[in-house]
């Protein structure tokens, strides 16, 4: 037989848990609530320094998921990335601002993924993917940074969830 095969087909599934929290999560990132939360209520052109492996683009899942990178992985390493972009946003808003609430509202949502994703371990995910996990925690001086708009991370942070989770999850994708 294929082992290979069906331990694939096993991990493809999203768990019930992970498909509520992300169709919550594409509620609150609808474009209108991006634009006015992460662009009209920031100054112009502003930026945050994030690490290179903090950004993960649609074309980053396709290229790691032509190397046979399994799903499960994928989804784990945009658990990470996102996590991690809303964190960073988080970072440089003082109580007061008008976005705060909203960032700590997808923090809640994104704690509460982290408790679906603390059941995978480093040896679930394909080594490449261990490895951008703990490079993105690591957090190391050395490591490339580049200007970031808060909207684009999550920008990417949709764009990449609706990748991974619309097929398997079924969202119809209104």
Known sequence: GCPGVVAVLGLEAAAPGECELTRLL???????????????????????????????????????????????????????????????IREVLPEKHPSWRYTQELGQLFDALGEEFSKYRQTDVEE?????????????????RKAVRPKALLDNCLKVMRMLYGAPCEWGLG
Do not use: C
Not at 26 to 39: C, G, N, P, S
Not at 129 to 144: C, F, N, P, Q, Y
């Open 26 to 88: 594409q509620d609150k990132l609808q474009y209108e609530m991006r634009l006015r939360y992460m662009k009209h209520y920031f100054p112009i052109d502003y930026t945050l320094q994030v690490q290179y492996e903090e950004v993960l683009r649609p074309s980053n899942i396709s290229r790691l998921r032509n190397g046979t990178v399994s799903e499960v992985a994928l989804r784990y390493l945009w658990f990470h990335v996102s996590s991690q972009a809303v964190l960073r």
């Open 128 to 144: 490449v993917v261990a490895d951008l996990v703990k490079l993105i925690h690591s957090a190391g001086a050395e490591s490339r």
